[in-house]
Structure formats: C-alpha cells, structure tokens
C-alpha cells in the first residue's frame, strides 16, 4: 500500500516564502530551531517581488530632521489615530537596523553622493524616507532573504498549498496540505507556525496583487479560532496600469510621483490643486486614489478609463535611470514610451491594512503555537499604510515573529496529531475532484465583480448588503465546485480550494465596512461621509458557533510621551 | 471577435509515454499576451491544462515556456507579434517536465547553494560607505528574475552533461563578486567546480534575457578572464591574496 501522506517534524513551521516569511526564516533558525518553509509559489516568485518604491526607515542619509518619532507620527497619523501605537512605535525604531541588516546581507541600495543609503521622498512621509533600489526594491529583498535563506539549513517545500491548520486541544500542533508539483499530501508537525501569506487582494477584479493573494492565510488563522482585525480598511492605490486588459489594475509606482510626475486629467488640468492644494500629488494614497476615481467618474477621463500621470518633463536619462522599470513596463506591455509620452493609470486594489491580530512584542495570535507576519497581520496601518511601510513591516516583524516562534517553540513540546482530521482533510481535497458541479473559476470571478461593484473604493450601505448576500451564496456554492484531472498540478483544483478563504476575506470586509458607519481612511462610505470620534475603534472578526462575530474594541491608548508626538485627531 | 488558433504541448509523464500539441481556438483581444490566451483555455476550454504563472507582469519569472521555439515569458509575448507564423507553445527542454508546461526547475536552488554566499569584507566601519557607480555593474545582475530562459537557451546546459551550472548561476556569482564590499572571488570556483570553462560564448542566453542583462560579455566573460588571471598570473594571485577585490575587477 502507498502511503497516503508523508509526514515531516520541525519546531518553527512557517507558511509563505515573502520577505515576511524568509526573514521569519533566517531570525527562527538564527535563534537555534529547525525551521521549514512552505511556498504556495516557487521560491523567490512571492508578490514581494512587485514592490517598488522602498523601504522606510528614519536613517537620517538625506534630510537630517528626520528622526523615528517623525516616522511613528506620520505612520500614526495616516493610519487615522486606529494604529496600534506599539506596532508604529517598533516599527519607527527598528526599521533603521533591519534596512541597515539587509545591507549586510548583501542588498545594494541606491547610494547618496556620500555614499550612505539613498533616500526618496514618498506620499504623506515628512522626509525623504524611502531607501530603494530603483524601483525594484521589493525583488532586491527576495534575492537578498533567497541567498541567505539557501545558505543556512532551513528546510523548504515550494509550490506547496496548506490547506488546514491541525489543533489539539486550543494550542495549533501542525498543518496538512497538498505538494502542487507533485500531487502528494505531506503533514507538518510542529511547535509553532507562523502565517506570511500576504494579503487578499486577488478577490477584486482590478488589483495590483499577484496570483497568491487570495487571502489564504487568513482564512486558515480564522478557521481555528484566530482573531480579524481591521479588515473593512483596504487600500486603494491611486495608480495602477488601465492598458491592455492583461496588466489592468498593475502597479505604476509612487515613485514616479515621488520623483516629479504630476496627475493630469483629459483637459489638461492638474487637478490635484483642487483636492489638496498642499501637499498635491503626494497627499496620502487614499486622498489622490478617491480624487483619480472622482474624475474618471466625472467624465474627465483618458479613452481607456484613467487620468494622465506625466512624468515626461524630467527627461529621458533621468527617468531611464530612476525608473527602469516602468519605463520597461510601459514599454513592453503598453507601447507606450513613458519619456515621451504620458501614462494612463487608474485606482487599483493594492494592499489590506487589516488581518490577523497580534502581539506586537512577539507576532503572537490569540491562539496558542500560531504567529502572523506582513499584511496578513494587523494593527500597524490601521485605516490606511504609508507606502514604504510595508517593506518596513515584513523586515521588522518578519524578523520579531521567526523570535518570538523560536523562544515559544523552546517551551514546548510537540503536539499530537490526530490522524482522523488528516484523513477527513485529504478527502475534502479529493471531493472537489469529479464531474459536473460548479467551476471555481466562474465562483471566482462572481466574487471579485461582487467586490469590485460593491466593496470598492466608495461603499454604502444598500451595495455592502447585496454584496453580503453574494458572498454567502458564493460561499455554499464554493462547496459544489468541481474540477476534472488529478491532484498534480491542477489550478483549478487550487482554485476550490481557496475559494473558502477568499470568501471568508470578502465576508470579513464587507460585515466590517457595513458596520463602520462612518469614512476613515481607506474606508469611505457615501452615506456616512463624515469621520465619527465614537468609531476610533478597532473593529475584530471571530468565528463562532452560529457564524461571524464582529466586536468593537478601543484603541490602546498611548502613553504620554508618545502621545505628544502626534498631531491631535481633527474631527 | 478574431480568433488565434494557438497549438499547447500537453503531457503528464506519470501518466502518458509521449507528448503532443492540441490545437487551440482563442478569441483575441487588443494587447493580448500567450499567457492570456493560455488562461482562457484554462478557464473556458480544458480545466486540466497545467501552466505555471504568477505576476503576469514580467517581474517575476515564472510562465517560462518556449514559444515558437523561442526562450520566452508567456506574460510578456504579444499575440501581434507573433502574427502570421502561428503559435506553439512548449514548455522549456532544459528541465524534467512535471506537467503540459510546467517543468521542474529545483535543481537551481542546488545549484544556489553551492555558489559561496556575501562575504563581506572584515573591519568595515559602519554605516558602510558605497559610491553609486561601484554599485552598477552588480546591479545589473540583480535584475534578474530567475526565469531561467537564459538556461533552457544554453545549448552546453541542454545537450552535453558537463556540469555546467549555466549562465544564470555566472550572473550570481558575478553579482557577488563585483560587489565592491565582498571579500570573496568567486571566478575560480566558477571555472573549477561549476564548469564554467564550458561555456563557449555564443551569447544566447543575453539574447533572450528578458531583463535585458548582457550576460555574456558583462558576467560571463569577466568571471573567465578573472579566472584565467587568477590561476596563470601569479602577481594577480599576490595582490588579489593582499587586496581582496583589487585592481582586477
């Protein structure tokens, strides 16, 4: 007989190979456990790979004013004062030390004529901040975390899917999941397991997300218990590529603002003079996101449903040299040359700021053994992330989760499996596996039109409850899907099976923004256009027995010395 | 709406002796690329279609196929650049198949990890100091995505079992060596135990690189000389031993 799965042991089990997860890698292996990475891509391809722009870190290289209490402020501040201060407080102190660290591992930076990192200047940070490698920052990090993760004996299966967490009793114990490549099943045992999945923003038609993020992570954490937090607030980002429909919604990177490029819309107008005077193009990415999407509705939109974002008067050289990749970008896939010409761009999903809740200190979950780093965790961003913020995150807690994991790990003992949960799970994933029923791909692609129309950029109240409605019929559809072939590397196959945890994200967003009544943020609703000093709150998501429970809970209040940091909330 | 007929290499090893190409019909719309049409017979014509693909913007370096005989990303292909000549699409012969068009590229990561790691140099004082122009040739090498069409296209690492690591490994171990604060020289290391003396300069593999690296005449040429001047050039030897990254780079 052959063996129905093969079973594997190690201390620190950590499920996606992002910056989040690779640095959780090195810092969990560095601090003395075994350590295994699982990949739902191959190694090296995680959507980390797309970010642009850079990493902030208060370093001090080009304006010498900043400082980590102005970077806490702003983080603070753009997160609409529902951060978890400790979060921003970390963050703001550590993000030097990380960026400086991945120097050490071998990440070129851009340089100043000093030669000290290189710093831009980024949407709603104070000082020029952003320490990058072109923009191509976020494919420098992978590299980097790659040669180092290869170098060090960490254990790690890619193209390899988890479909379930494993408990006994409260504590996570292990995880069951499908090798893609192979067909095969394998379990994990381990004494703790920390979530890097990345985000969820594959559940919208036009998002700046690569293939992963179908909010995986999420879903697994929630089905055994974890807390949500913050998931009404996602990010729009103001520029995404609108041409040709292949790339719709493909990142065009706030370094392109950053370095000069002004928005224009069909007659000509820079009309973020009239949305934010001030600060103009660089105003915060939810302010520039609603204030594109206001004219393209406005009928002052180019032919292919955008605004212009020109950046042709900085000149060929320089643009080649600061932004080779767009320029390649447009080129290759647009025919447009972006020195000549202008680029259509339009909002694009790009980021949640919600997630799972944790400890600050340790990435811990309220569920015993289980961890969560990068945008699949919560409490940094709040209702809205400072770009640069994100690369900062999975370096910072990337690193404070692959700790705390490896100091829990120490203190116990493996957990026991039970077999029957491995062997009901294998034959769930088998089900979907048959003729007729539904295609997961047209379930998909009903959830992400349901998302796009209802849950987008504006929201109120009638279109959230239609969404609603949606997705719990998606959900109870998502069981009747169903898929020809075999195990081995059959997308669709993935497809059902992440259909639970994408339905789960929509539901979790949509209750969330039905139940702010109020715009913060990211989060604006039509019919509560004002922000409300009773709803600087954390909204948290909890599975129970009869569903959804959605709870509201207060901010942790900071202490003083942090509090007069911050510019007082205007209401 | 136009139509493409697009003919796809199908084949599970586990299952069936040889391959074959099924014929395709794909309507076509403005700026499609062969990924696109690969997705829509994925979604609306044979489910059981295996491709690999992630970012379907360039960036990533995972829908590597062979289209028209061509080392090419499936993501960055235009349909109306292939027009007239017709579409067949095989998966990359370098590599075990897995699946239709999925191969098994893990043999990369073994080979990763045999190139010796950043070793900077020792006693740097901190922050370290770096000039911008000391960092363009390594940053050159570090556009890459690991495609690995650069290996597929190697005729030394497709035919003749000689070892040969293959460019993209040349192109990390330059990346390393020609950072300016490494203290390792990687080139011997290149030459003896990744066969890199194999490579005989035909410069496919620049020629498909999607990242436009020349890695021919940029990392591959360079790591021999090197080579070549550590192992017969016994002043080269001395200062190298004294200077770690001399005048020789």
Same mark, same amino acid.
């Given at each position: 007989?052959?063996?129905e799965y093969i079973?594997?042991?190690?201390?620190?089990?950590?499920i996606?190979?992002?910056?989040? #997860?690779?640095? =959780? %890698?090195?810092?969990?292996? +560095? *601090? &003395?456990? !075994?350590?295994?990475?699982l990949s739902k891509?191959?190694?090296?391809?995680?959507?980390?790979?797309?970010?642009?722009? #850079?990493?902030? =870190? %208060?370093?001090?290289?080009? +304006? *010498? &004013?900043? !400082?980590?209490?102005?970077?806490?402020?702003?983080?603070?501040?753009?997160?609409?004062?529902?951060?978890?201060?400790?979060?921003?407080?970390?963050?703001?102190?550590?993000?030097?030390?990380?960026?400086?660290?991945?120097?050490?591992?071998?990440?070129?930076?851009?340089?100043?004529?000093?030669?000290?990192?290189?710093?831009?200047?980024?949407?709603?940070?104070?000082?020029?901040?952003?320490?990058?490698?072109?923009?191509?920052?976020?494919?420098?990090?992978?590299?980097?975390?790659?040669?180092?993760?290869?170098?060090?004996?960490?254990?790690?299966f890619d193209e390899f899917y988890v479909t379930k967490?494993?408990?006994?009793?409260?504590?996570?114990?292990?995880v069951v999941g499908l090798k893609l490549n192979t067909g095969e099943f394998h379990t994990f045992?381990?004494?703790?397991?920390?979530?890097?999945?990345?985000?969820?923003?594959?559940?919208?038609?036009?998002?700046?997300?690569?293939?992963?993020?179908?909010?995986d992570?999420?879903?697994?954490?929630?089905?055994?218990?974890?807390?949500?937090?913050?998931?009404?607030?996602?990010?729009?980002?103001?520029?995404?590529?609108?041409?040709?429909?292949?790339?719709?919604?493909?990142?065009?990177?706030?370094?392109?603002?950053?370095?000069?490029?002004?928005?224009?819309?069909?007659?000509?107008?820079?009309?973020?003079?009239?949305?934010?005077?001030?600060?103009?193009?660089?105003?915060?990415?939810?302010?520039?996101?609603?204030?594109?999407?206001?004219?393209?509705?406005?009928?002052?939109?180019?032919?292919?449903?955008?605004?212009?974002?020109?950046?042709?008067?900085?000149?060929?050289?320089?643009?080649?040299?600061?932004?080779?990749?767009?320029?390649?970008?447009?080129?290759?896939?647009?025919?447009?040359?972006?020195?000549?010409?202008?680029?259509?761009?339009?909002?694009?999903?790009?980021?949640?700021?919600?997630?799972?809740?944790?400890?600050?200190?340790?990435?811990?979950?309220?569920?015993?053994?289980?961890?969560?780093?990068?945008?699949?965790?919560?409490?940094?961003?709040?209702?809205?992330?400072?770009?640069?913020?994100?690369?900062?995150?999975?370096?910072?807690?990337?690193?404070?989760?692959?700790?705390?994991?490896?100091?829990?790990?120490?203190?116990?003992?493996?957990?026991?499996?039970?077999?029957?949960?491995i062997?009901?799970e294998m034959a769930r994933v088998k089900s979907f596996i048959?003729?007729?029923?539904?295609?997961?791909?047209?379930?998909?692609?009903?959830?992400?039109?349901?998302?796009?129309?209802?849950?987008?950029?504006?929201?109120?109240?009638?279109?959230?409850?239609?969404?609603?409605?949606?997705?719990?019929?998606?959900?109870?559809?998502?069981?009747?899907?169903?898929?020809?072939g075999g195990l081995k590397y059959n997308k669709g196959l993935l497809q059902c099976l992440e259909?639970?945890?994408?339905?789960?994200?929509?539901?979790?967003?949509?209750?969330?923004?039905?139940?702010?009544?109020?715009?913060?943020?990211?989060?604006?609703?039509?019919?509560?256009?004002?922000?409300?000093?009773?709803?600087?709150?954390?909204?948290?998501?909890?599975?129970?027995?009869?569903?959804?429970?959605?709870?509201?809970?207060?901010?942790?209040?900071?202490?003083?010395?942090?509090?007069?940091?911050?510019?007082?909330?205007?209401? | 709406?136009?139509?493409?007929?697009?003919?796809?290499?199908?084949?599970?090893?586990?299952?069936?002796?040889?391959?074959?190409?099924?014929?395709?019909?794909?309507?076509?719309?403005?700026?499609?690329?062969?990924?696109?049409?690969?997705?829509?017979?994925?979604?609306?014509?044979?489910?059981?279609?295996?491709?690999?693909?992630?970012?379907?913007?360039?960036?990533?370096?995972?829908?590597?196929?062979?289209?028209?005989?061509?080392?090419?990303?499936?993501?960055?292909?235009?349909?109306?650049?292939?027009?007239?000549?017709?579409?067949?699409?095989?998966?990359?012969?370098?590599?075990?198949?897995?699946?239709?068009?999925?191969?098994?590229?893990?043999?990369?990561?073994?080979?990763?990890?045999?190139?010796?790691?950043?070793?900077?140099?020792?006693?740097?004082?901190?922050?370290?100091?770096?000039?911008?122009?000391?960092?363009?040739?390594?940053?050159?090498?570090?556009?890459?995505?690991?495609?690995?069409?650069?290996?597929?296209?190697?005729?030394?690492?497709?035919?003749?079992?000689?070892?040969?690591?293959?460019?993209?490994?040349?192109?990390?171990?330059?990346?390393?060596?020609?950072?300016?604060?490494?203290?390792?020289?990687?080139?011997?290391?290149?030459?003896?135990?990744?066969?890199?003396?194999?490579?005989?300069?035909?410069?496919?593999?620049?020629?498909?690189?999607?990242?436009?690296?020349?890695?021919?005449?940029?990392?591959?040429?360079?790591?021999?000389?090197?080579?070549?001047?550590?192992?017969?050039?016994?002043?080269?030897?001395?200062?190298?031993?004294?200077?770690?990254?001399?005048?020789?780079?």
């Amino acid at each position: 007989m052959t063996k129905e799965y093969i079973p594997h042991q190690t201390d620190v089990l950590i499920i996606g190979a992002g910056g989040a #997860g690779m640095r =959780a %890698a090195i810092a969990a292996f +560095d *601090s &003395g456990s !075994s350590v295994t990475v699982l990949s739902k891509s191959l190694l090296g391809k995680a959507h980390t790979v797309m970010a642009e722009g #850079g990493i902030a =870190a %208060a370093l001090k290289n080009v +304006d *010498s &004013g900043d !400082s980590w209490e102005s970077h806490f402020s702003d983080t603070m501040e753009e997160g609409v004062y529902i951060s978890n201060y400790r979060m921003a407080e970390i963050l703001a102190k550590e993000a030097p030390d990380r960026v400086r660290e991945l120097e050490e591992y071998g990440a070129l930076f851009d340089r100043t004529p000093e030669g000290t990192i290189m710093q831009r200047a980024f949407g709603a940070h104070s000082y020029r901040r952003l320490c990058h490698v072109g923009d191509r920052t976020g494919l420098e990090i992978i590299r980097t975390l790659e040669d180092q993760l290869l170098h060090r004996d960490i254990t790690f299966f890619d193209e390899f899917y988890v479909t379930k967490l494993l408990k006994e009793g409260e504590r996570v114990v292990g995880v069951v999941g499908l090798k893609l490549n192979t067909g095969e099943f394998h379990t994990f045992t381990a004494k703790a397991v920390i979530i890097a999945t990345g985000g969820c923003g594959r559940i919208y038609k036009v998002t700046s997300n690569s293939w992963e993020s179908t909010g995986d992570g999420l879903g697994l954490a929630y089905d055994v218990g974890a807390e949500l937090m913050d998931m009404e607030m996602i990010q729009f980002h103001p520029t995404g590529m609108v041409f040709p429909p292949g790339v719709k919604g493909l990142l065009v990177t706030e370094g392109v603002r950053g370095e000069g490029g002004i928005l224009l819309n069909a007659m000509g107008e820079r009309f973020m003079q009239r949305y934010s005077p001030k600060k103009m193009e660089l105003d915060a990415r939810d302010v520039v996101a609603r204030a594109n999407y206001a004219e393209i509705m406005a009928g002052r939109g180019t032919p292919h449903g955008g605004v212009y974002l020109d950046i042709t008067h900085k000149g060929a050289d320089f643009i080649k040299r600061k932004l080779p990749s767009m320029y390649k970008q447009y080129m290759d896939f647009a025919g447009v040359d972006i020195t000549k010409e202008k680029m259509e761009v339009a909002p694009t999903v790009h980021y949640q700021m919600g997630g799972i809740r944790v400890d600050p200190e340790t990435t811990a979950t309220n569920v015993p053994g289980l961890f969560a780093a990068g945008e699949v965790a919560s409490g940094l961003h709040g209702a809205n992330r400072l770009g640069g913020n994100s690369l900062a995150d999975i370096l910072v807690f990337g690193k404070r989760s692959g700790e705390g994991a490896s100091s829990y790990a120490k203190k116990v003992d493996f957990g026991r499996i039970d077999e029957s949960e491995i062997m009901n799970e294998m034959a769930r994933v088998k089900s979907f596996i048959g003729n007729g029923g539904r295609n997961p791909y047209d379930l998909a692609t009903e959830l992400e039109e349901t998302m796009s129309t209802y849950a987008g950029i504006l929201r109120d109240e009638n279109g959230l409850r239609n969404a609603l409605t949606k997705i719990m019929d998606l959900r109870e559809s998502a069981k009747e899907a169903r898929v020809q072939g075999g195990l081995k590397y059959n997308k669709g196959l993935l497809q059902c099976l992440e259909l639970p945890f994408m339905t789960t994200a929509a539901e979790a967003i949509v209750r969330g923004a039905i139940e702010r009544k109020e715009s913060r943020g990211a989060h604006a609703r039509t019919d509560y256009p004002k922000k409300d000093p009773s709803m600087r709150k954390n909204i948290i998501f909890k599975m129970e027995k009869d569903g959804m429970r959605l709870y509201w809970k207060d901010v942790p209040e900071m202490p003083e010395e942090l509090r007069k940091l911050v510019k007082k909330e205007e209401y | 709406m136009d139509k493409v007929k697009v003919s796809v290499f199908r084949r599970d090893p586990s299952l069936e002796e040889d391959g074959r190409f099924v014929d395709y019909e794909v309507p076509v719309e403005e700026g499609m690329v062969v990924l696109d049409a690969m997705k829509y017979i994925e979604r609306h014509i044979d489910p059981t279609l295996s491709i690999r693909w992630n970012c379907m913007a360039g960036k990533c370096g995972s829908c590597s196929a062979e289209i028209n005989y061509r080392p090419s990303l499936m993501c960055k292909t235009r349909i109306d650049s292939l027009k007239g000549k017709g579409i067949r699409v095989a998966p990359m012969g370098a590599y075990p198949l897995i699946k239709d068009l999925v191969t098994d590229v893990s043999e990369n990561w073994e080979l990763l990890k045999k190139i010796p790691k950043f070793s900077p140099k020792e006693g740097l004082e901190r922050p370290w100091k770096i000039s911008q122009v000391d960092i363009e040739r390594s940053k050159e090498f570090k556009k890459c995505i690991e495609c690995f069409l650069c290996q597929d296209v190697c005729h030394v690492v497709k035919e003749h079992r000689s070892g040969y690591f293959g460019p993209r490994h040349v192109v990390k171990a330059a990346s390393l060596d020609m950072h300016p604060l490494d203290a390792l020289d990687r080139s011997k290391f290149m030459n003896e135990n990744a066969g890199m003396g194999y490579c005989n300069i035909t410069k496919c593999c620049t020629e498909v690189c999607p990242e436009e690296i020349r890695i021919t005449d940029n990392a591959i040429i360079p790591e021999k000389e090197r080579a070549v001047n550590l192992s017969y050039d016994p002043l080269a030897m001395f200062i190298s031993s004294r200077r770690g990254k001399g005048g020789r780079k």
